[in-house]
């Protein structure tokens, strides 16, 4: 059905029906003439298309570099409750590492047909502003998780650095003196962070990560994870380690390898994730690993994001929340 319907069975005009649907003022007995016009031909009202005639659309775009990591599940959950709260729905777009699929995104605000973006994905000023040149609407970008410190916008994180140095402490605490780390072959803020972490915990206790210690996958998976680590326990002496991974995906390929070749754990090797992912308490051993906290991520960044909206006076905000050692049995 379309509103052409519902104005000639209530026999009113078009814009009478769109005042209604909009809870603009009509006499009570229009307004009910239309109401049940609308329930008896069962007409639901286009509101992404009426939007687009007002200068708000109460609409949040959230871009996320993949939907198939788990990690982000919590803080769109978050999100999706806080925007909903405070009256704004939401799009859900996936870069996929696309510069040009993230670039079309974020035109969506320099056409305004969303009022805001939550980025979750590394995207540079400089790359922004070939979209968006109106520093009032730059401002309606808040970073997530991840985040560029040089950008100069609002960022919702954890302390990545301060994680990393308290995990590589742990394995310490335990006796493991040979460290490993897992990490991804980017540039990404999160990984420089908690390398630096990993970097001054071991330092602080007179030991240095070996180059050769330090594994750089291509992708985050677990195959991949348990195809690195098989490689290192088919070339390297098994004994003392403690192995620290930037995500719970990687950690799990690790734990995969390790089982397959019947390794101890923790006894001969140790693993720290991070993430705190639902399945990292059900692995065998179950996962230790860093929390953050996504759902709290997703609220913040979404109250975060309609202040800037709302108030384009209002400056980058940087908020740093808690994060957990969370100790399993790969540790225990």
Avoid: W
Avoid at 12 to 20: F, I
Avoid at 220 to 240: F, T, V, Y
Avoid at 311 to 326: A, C, M, Q, T, Y
């Amino acid at each position: 059905m379309k509103i052409n319907d519902v104005a000639k069975l209530a026999e009113v005009s078009l814009a009478t029906v769109s005042r209604v649907i909009n809870g603009k003022k009509v006499k009570e007995s229009t307004k009910i003439k239309v109401e049940a016009a609308i329930k008896e031909l069962n007409y639901t009202p286009n509101f992404m298309a009426s939007s687009l005639h007002k200068s708000q659309r109460n609409m949040i775009l959230i871009i996320v570099p993949e939907l198939s990591n788990p990690y982000y599940s919590s803080i769109l959950q978050g999100i999706e409750v806080t925007a909903k709260n405070l009256g704004y729905n939401i799009i859900l777009g996936s870069s996929y590492s696309s510069e040009k699929q993230l670039l079309d995104y974020i035109n969506l605000l320099n056409t305004k047909l969303v009022d805001g973006i939550i980025l979750l994905e590394r995207l540079s000023r400089e790359k922004i502003s070939e979209k968006i040149k109106d520093e009032n609407v730059f401002k309606k970008i808040v970073q997530c998780s991840e985040y560029i410190e040089e950008n100069n916008l609002s960022y919702i994180t954890i302390d990545h650095e301060k994680a990393a140095y308290e995990a590589i402490h742990h394995l310490l605490s335990i006796g493991k003196k040979e460290i490993y780390f897992f990490s991804m072959k980017n540039n990404y803020t999160y990984s420089v962070l908690r390398k630096n972490g990993v970097i001054k915990a071991l330092k602080d206790n007179g030991l240095e990560l070996k180059k050769e210690n330090e594994i750089l996958l291509d992708s985050l998976s677990i195959q991949e994870a348990q195809k690195q680590m098989d490689i290192i326990l088919n070339n390297r002496k098994i004994e003392n380690i403690g192995i620290f991974t930037v995500s719970d995906i990687i950690a799990i390929g690790i734990l995969k390898s390790l089982n397959n070749k019947k390794i101890q754990i923790p006894k001969n090797v140790a693993i720290i994730g991070f993430d705190n992912i639902d399945f990292s308490m059900a692995t065998s051993p179950s996962l230790t690993t860093i929390s953050q906290p996504g759902y709290e991520l997703g609220v913040e960044s979404v109250k975060c994001l309609v202040r800037k909206i709302t108030d384009i006076e209002s400056k980058p905000e940087k908020v740093i929340l808690n994060h957990e050692l969370i100790v399993r049995e790969t540790t225990n």
